[in-house]
């Protein structure tokens, strides 16, 4: 299986928070990050947290970590059309720095 | 500060051929690392480059390569195209410092190459 998951698609409605998930599978994962991409953009880190963290905030935007299950979340909440993207959860792993990716969630805001 | 620029954004190539293109990275960044995305695979990781020297490598075939210049340019090349090789092309550029595992990368627009 995939390194790290998550599902493709989410569609939320403006003004409602969303949750995309992700799992990953090397427990040694130091470093668990989400990015956001715009239509013909490149990547845009949004926020990271590291592994003997469970929680971090920033804004609208809520991460929780599982080190259990393996299991990340983000939360954005009050979402806007605006934050209509592709987002990517990553995780790195020991000394180096090159995050390992999923696949993808799209976000689907509609009014 | 002025980001990380790709040239160019788009690309159509035909088998066969041969493409290079080129990432100047952000001003005192000395890491550039390279990506491909795709539906199909997602976004995978093609090598890494830190004060001219290949540091990190992907899984690639070897018709992928690249290179770093002295000033912290890099260019990569793609010889013998084939259809699968079309995609966004990503580069990435971090300060790099060596031993620190956290080194935020900061992303390009990407090339887009078609190959027909």
């Known amino acids: 299986g995939e390194d790290v998951e998550q599902s493709l698609f989410l569609s939320v409605r403006e003004g409602d928070s969303s949750v995309i998930n992700c799992t990953y599978t090397d427990s040694s994962s130091t470093y668990l990050y989400w990015y956001k991409q715009e239509p013909g953009a490149g990547l845009q880190l949004l926020t990271y947290?590291?592994?003997?963290?469970d929680m971090k905030q920033d804004q609208r935007l809520t991460v929780l970590l599982n080190k259990k299950d393996k299991h990340l979340s983000l939360r954005i909440a009050d979402t806007q059309t605006g934050d209509s993207a592709i987002y990517f959860c990553?995780?790195?792993?020991?000394?180096?720095?090159?995050?390992?990716f999923g696949r993808g969630t799209s976000l689907i805001v509609h009014p | 500060k002025a980001g990380v620029t790709q040239t160019p954004r788009y690309l159509i190539k035909t088998r066969g051929q041969q493409v290079t293109l080129s990432c100047s990275p952000i001003?005192?960044?000395?890491?550039v690392s390279w990506y491909q995305q795709t539906p199909g695979q997602g976004l995978q990781f093609l090598f890494e480059?830190?004060?001219?020297?290949?540091?990190n490598k992907g899984n690639f075939p070897g018709r992928f390569s690249g290179r770093q210049f002295s000033n912290s340019r890099s260019e990569m090349n793609v010889s013998t195209l084939e259809l699968g090789d079309s995609a966004l092309y990503l580069c990435?550029?971090?300060?790099?410092?060596?031993?620190?595992?956290?080194?935020?990368?900061?992303f390009g627009p990407g090339t887009r190459l078609t190959v027909l």
């Open positions: 001003s005192g960044h000395r890491s």
């Open positions: 480059y830190f004060s001219e020297t290949q540091r």
């Open positions: 990553a995780e790195s792993i020991g000394g180096s720095y090159i995050p390992t």
């Open positions: 990435a550029s971090s300060l790099g410092s060596a031993g620190s595992s956290y080194n935020e990368q900061f």
């Open positions: 947290i590291f592994s003997n963290m």
